[in-house]
């Protein structure tokens, strides 16, 4: 059992052992070889490699695809005719030297990107203080992008302390007004419409007093004219029944009396509680003391 156990245990070392020798390189990375600290080779090929066990040798990875940094700086820029604005951005970006990478920039990607972001900003800030916001919109956008990948690979191919990284594109994705301008431009865009919604109610509400005027002119007009057609039919109507009224009467006098007596007594004794004080002799009710019409002929 001592013996199978040594075996058992043998075997585990050695693999243990030659698993700490070998390493793999992926076909997006770089394998660095370090011996003691110092880099002793740079694997290019993807495959399996042999090293010796640490501490004497270790392997680190950086990844050779193509990178993509975004900015993430919200601090405005102000341009040539003093403009504060905003430029989000992106550059795409490979390290090409890991040992050169390496000893002047860091052992991983992010410390690259971190010092391409502080160069790329930089970059943009002096190039857009050379130009207005037209230049920044329309003519030189693109040649501003020029401008300052030109001035990021000047400063990563430094000669004495170069990255060892190539820039492949620097692009500008949005260029805006500072919040505090954009709130400022919403503002005065808000008031305009404002005032151009109170002027529009302005015109409208005097619209509608000119059209309500003008309906109770016509108003008036129709009912001054209806009135005067009615009282002129009217006057019409009664010259007519005054003149039927004188012919019928015109025949008989006395019965005409009678029935405009008649006519009287019932205007006079419309309400029951009317009382009338007068002499009874008068003529008023001669028709009451028994005057009969027919008897009068």
């Not at 905003?86 to 050169?100: E, G, K, L, N």
């Not at 191919?157 to 919403?186: C, L, N």
Request: glycine share 4%.
């Amino acid at each position: 059992m001592n013996k199978i156990g040594f075996l058992v245990s043998s075997v585990l070392v050695a693999l243990a052992l030659a698993s700490s020798m070998l390493f793999v390189v992926d076909q997006r990375q770089f394998g660095v070889l370090f011996q003691l600290g110092q880099i002793k080779q740079v694997v290019t090929e993807p495959g399996l490699n042999f090293k010796l066990p640490p501490p004497f040798q270790n392997v680190s990875y950086i990844d050779k695809r193509l990178l993509t940094l975004e900015s993430n700086d919200t601090e405005p820029t102000l341009t040539a005719e003093k403009q504060r604005v905003v430029i989000d951005w992106y550059v795409r970006w490979r390290i090409s030297d890991p040992q050169a990478y390496i000893r002047n920039v860091g052992l991983n990607e992010a410390a690259g990107a971190l010092q391409l972001n502080r160069v790329v900003r930089n970059s943009f800030q002096q190039e857009v203080n050379k130009r207005t916001l037209k230049d920044l919109l329309n003519t030189q956008r693109e040649q501003l992008m020029a401008d300052v990948r030109k001035e990021v690979l000047e400063a990563v191919r430094d000669e004495q302390k170069p990255w060892g990284v190539d820039v492949v594109d620097v692009r500008i994705t949005r260029v805006d007004y500072a919040d505090t301008i954009t709130r400022s431009v919403y503002d005065r865009m808000e008031a305009e419409r404002k005032r151009v919604a109170n002027e529009l109610r302005s015109t409208g509400f005097a619209e509608g007093e000119k059209i309500r005027a003008e309906a109770d002119r016509q108003r008036e007009t129709i009912v001054a004219e209806a009135y005067k057609q009615a009282q002129t039919i009217k006057g019409e109507g009664d010259a007519k029944a005054a003149a039927v009224y004188n012919e019928a009467f015109g025949r008989d006098p006395a019965f005409a009396q009678f029935y405009r007596s008649l006519d009287a007594y019932k205007a006079s004794f419309a309400k029951k509680s009317d009382v009338m004080v007068v002499d009874p002799s008068s003529e008023f009710f001669k028709s009451l003391r028994g005057s009969n019409p027919a008897t009068q002929r």
